[in-house]
């Protein structure tokens, strides 16, 4: 059997929970109405009732508001009722709005899409023009950040079951109704489907129906784990620059509304690394902006060695605030990003809401302690030390760019299955990558999408400006020795990874006494690159302790889910 390539799914009963009709019963209980009123109302009409004239684009909500209580009032005298005092179709589609999502359903799409797998929602829809419009828009907002695209049939003028609806599906999917799943509550519409050669899928039980799902595309999209969290694509997100003085500008990309966090990334790595936490934060209610670093990406690389000290990043962080009118952030860093958010903190305190770390604990600095030095001290560490000559690492790592992001990104899960990359005796070998063979294997965690994203963004400035960030251990230790200590008092937040084989859990020990407020997350099965390896269990950590903080801080945030 061939295996599907897209999968098209129906708003109502399909993604959401509810189906009007559902609704339209459940208005008729709370008032004492006859069941089916409403439906029978509007089958009295035809064709050309109110709903259908909406859901076609023919009329508004409110338009078609009217035109219900019209035939609504007509009903009620042939049945002999008398309607209500306060039936009212505005308050009845304010129910049929406050529809549930189907969670299983949105972490389908998100596991279908994962594996290169289209999807689609067809909706019979009207165009909001009432007060209460911002209902209707949260629902297209997430819809459009879950899903590949939404057709609308208040725009298409047409309405499932429709042919033509179906029809304009496949035409924009750029498939043949026998490469494309259709799933639905309704038989009507999923015999519709298949007597145009689509496979229907009939959801009647959730479980049943993901079992067809993965028959059908051969992608699993149930698990007994947490499912894959959505993963945005650099195509949908708000890419901007902030010019942060001559000659150098940040780029950054935005999804969201509400109060503003800050994703820090480390190496090598760019914003891309926090695709699966940017559609989570800013469904949660969050302003997300995640910017490639300094050095990375589309953000400018200067030559200057000097330029990628912590003192001048953390200053460029401070400024891309100001000139985005951002007066306090809650700052999240993984790897170089989580020294960042924590120097940022002790550095510029008023500025930060709320600070967390992915891997990388707050270091206590020691004025007594030459920084190289205890550099040396830690075998593990001996990759920093091989990165301080200019050139030699640039010309390793930018041989085979692609090799060397499968070299780097892996999960803990696949080490036996891989050769291994020690980071400790690499100038006695002569290299970091010496030793392992020409062919890696591209990891489970890393879609070859997502290889050829970081392989096209280090095309641009290749390692230079990463690498510099390494380069800058006394001029940071200086500055550090410099700057007056004082415990964290603000909320903060460190998460530590079983698996990572440089930054130990251990290493995280005591950082109570220089944060009281600090929160802890572990996640005993995960490496180094938190992120994208366990990404469900980083995501419910991470809004669990956002939405405590901001609780905290009577702070509002508006979920979109």
Same mark, same amino acid.
Not at 237 to 245: A, L, M, P, R, Y
Not at 288 to 312: F, H, R, W
Not at 430 to 455: C, K, Q, W
């Given at each position: 059997?061939?295996?599907?390539?897209?999968?098209?799914?129906?708003?109502?009963? #399909?993604?959401?929970?509810?189906?009007?009709?559902?609704?339209?019963?459940a208005?008729?209980?709370?008032?004492?109405?006859?069941?089916n009123?409403?439906?029978?109302?509007?089958?009295?009409?035809g064709?050309?009732?109110?709903?259908?004239?909406?859901?076609?684009?023919?009329?508004?909500?409110?338009?078609?508001?009217?035109?219900?209580?019209?035939?609504?009032?007509?009903?009620?005298?042939?049945?002999?009722?008398?309607?209500?005092?306060?039936?009212?179709?505005?308050r009845?589609?304010?129910?049929?709005?406050?529809?549930?999502?189907?969670?299983?359903?949105?972490?389908?799409?998100?596991?279908?899409?994962?594996?290169?797998?289209?999807?689609?929602?067809?909706?019979?829809?009207?165009?909001?023009?009432?007060p209460?419009?911002?209902?209707?828009?949260?629902?297209?907002?997430?819809?459009?950040?879950?899903?590949?695209?939404?057709?609308?049939?208040?725009?298409?003028?047409?309405?499932?079951?429709?042919?033509?609806?179906?029809?304009?599906?496949?035409?924009?999917?750029?498939?043949?109704?026998?490469?494309?799943?259709?799933?639905?509550?309704?038989?009507?519409?999923?015999?519709?489907?298949? #007597?145009?050669?689509?496979?229907?899928?009939?959801?009647?039980?959730?479980?049943?129906?993901?079992?067809?799902?993965?028959?059908?595309?051969?992608?699993?999209?149930?698990?007994?784990?947490?499912?894959?969290?959505?993963?945005?694509?650099?195509?949908?997100v708000?890419?901007?620059?902030v010019?942060?003085?001559?000659g150098?500008?940040?780029?950054?990309?935005e999804?969201?509304?509400?109060?503003?966090?800050?994703l820090?990334? #480390?190496?090598?790595e760019?914003?891309?690394?926090?695709?699966?936490?940017?559609?989570?934060?800013?469904?949660?209610?969050f302003?997300?902006?995640?910017?490639?670093?300094?050095?990375?990406?589309?953000?400018?690389?200067?030559?200057?060695?000097?330029?990628?000290?912590?003192?001048?990043?953390?200053?460029?962080?401070?400024?891309?605030?100001?000139?985005?009118?951002?007066?306090?952030?809650?700052?999240?860093?993984?790897?170089?990003?989580?020294?960042?958010?924590?120097?940022?903190?002790?550095?510029?305190?008023?500025?930060?809401?709320?600070?967390?770390?992915?891997?990388?604990?707050?270091?206590?600095?020691?004025?007594?302690?030459?920084?190289?030095?205890r550099?040396?001290?830690?075998?593990?560490?001996?990759?920093?030390?091989?990165?301080?000559?200019?050139?030699?690492?640039?010309?390793?790592?930018?041989?085979?760019?692609?090799?060397?992001?499968?070299?780097?990104?892996?999960?803990?899960?696949?080490?036996?299955k891989?050769?291994?990359?020690?980071t400790?005796?690499?100038?006695?070998?002569? #290299?970091?990558?010496v030793g392992?063979?020409?062919?890696?294997?591209?990891?489970?965690?890393?879609?070859?999408?997502?290889l050829?994203?970081?392989?096209?963004?280090?095309?641009?400035?290749?390692?230079?400006?990463?690498?510099?960030?390494?380069?800058?251990?006394?001029?940071?230790?200086?500055?550090?020795c410099?700057?007056?200590?004082?415990?964290?008092l603000?909320?903060?937040?460190?998460?530590?990874?079983?698996?990572?084989?440089?930054?130990?859990?251990?290493?995280?020990?005591?950082?109570?006494?220089?944060?009281?407020?600090?929160?802890?997350?572990?996640?005993?099965?995960?490496?180094?690159?938190?992120?994208?390896?366990?990404?469900?269990?980083?995501?419910?950590?991470?809004?669990?302790?956002?939405?405590?903080?901001?609780?905290?801080?009577?702070?509002?945030?508006?979920?979109?889910?």
């Amino acid at each position: 059997m061939a295996l599907m390539k897209a999968v098209l799914f129906n708003l109502w009963g #399909g993604v959401l929970t509810t189906r009007p009709p559902q609704s339209f019963l459940a208005y008729e209980k709370s008032l004492g109405l006859p069941s089916n009123f409403i439906s029978k109302a509007l089958a009295a009409e035809g064709a050309d009732n109110a709903l259908v004239l909406a859901e076609k684009g023919k009329l508004t909500l409110q338009q078609m508001q009217i035109k219900l209580e019209e035939s609504c009032k007509k009903e009620a005298c042939a049945q002999g009722l008398t309607l209500p005092a306060e039936f009212s179709p505005a308050r009845l589609f304010e129910v049929v709005r406050g529809a549930d999502f189907h969670r299983p359903i949105l972490e389908a799409a998100a596991a279908l899409r994962h594996q290169g797998i289209a999807t689609g929602v067809l909706a019979n829809l009207w165009v909001d023009d009432t007060p209460d419009r911002h209902q209707m828009a949260q629902i297209l907002s997430v819809l459009e950040g879950h899903f590949d695209f939404v057709l609308r049939s208040c725009i298409t003028g047409a309405r499932v079951p429709e042919s033509a609806m179906f029809d304009q599906a496949v035409e924009k999917l750029g498939l043949t109704p026998q490469q494309v799943v259709w799933l639905d509550t309704e038989k009507e519409s999923v015999d519709a489907a298949v #007597g145009l050669g689509m496979t229907g899928v009939l959801l009647q039980d959730m479980t049943s129906a993901l079992d067809q799902l993965k028959t059908h595309t051969g992608v699993e999209v149930q698990s007994p784990k947490e499912g894959v969290p959505i993963a945005c694509k650099p195509d949908d997100v708000s890419h901007g620059f902030v010019t942060i003085k001559p000659g150098v500008r940040i780029h950054y990309v935005e999804m969201g509304e509400g109060p503003a966090i800050l994703l820090c990334h #480390g190496f090598p790595e760019s914003w891309f690394s926090w695709r699966y936490q940017i559609p989570a934060l800013a469904d949660a209610g969050f302003r997300v902006l995640a910017p490639d670093m300094k050095g990375y990406g589309d953000s400018t690389a200067p030559e200057d060695i000097a330029e990628y000290s912590q003192e001048n990043i953390c200053q460029d962080i401070v400024t891309f605030m100001d000139k985005l009118g951002i007066p306090q952030v809650t700052l999240i860093g993984h790897d170089w990003g989580g020294s960042l958010v924590w120097n940022l903190a002790q550095s510029h305190p008023e500025r930060v809401r709320a600070v967390a770390s992915l891997n990388t604990p707050l270091f206590p600095v020691d004025p007594n302690t030459d920084p190289m030095e205890r550099i040396k001290a830690v075998p593990i560490f001996d990759y920093q030390i091989y990165f301080q000559e200019p050139g030699i690492a640039e010309a390793e790592l930018e041989k085979d760019l692609a090799r060397t992001f499968k070299i780097f990104f892996y999960g803990s899960d696949e080490e036996s299955k891989r050769p291994p990359i020690s980071t400790a005796k690499v100038r006695e070998r002569g #290299g970091l990558f010496v030793g392992l063979p020409e062919e890696i294997p591209r990891s489970s965690h890393l879609t070859e999408d997502a290889l050829n994203y970081y392989v096209q963004e280090y095309r641009k400035n290749g390692f230079r400006g990463p690498l510099n960030w390494y380069r800058n251990v006394e001029a940071n230790w200086r500055w550090m020795c410099s700057r007056p200590r004082a415990k964290l008092l603000m909320p903060a937040l460190m998460v530590t990874a079983g698996k990572d084989r440089v930054l130990l859990p251990v290493f995280s020990r005591g950082m109570e006494n220089m944060i009281p407020n600090l929160s802890r997350g572990h996640i005993e099965e995960c490496g180094h690159w938190t992120q994208m390896e366990r990404p469900a269990e980083l995501n419910r950590i991470l809004l669990g302790w956002l939405k405590e903080t901001h609780q905290k801080a009577s702070i509002a945030v508006t979920p979109k889910l």
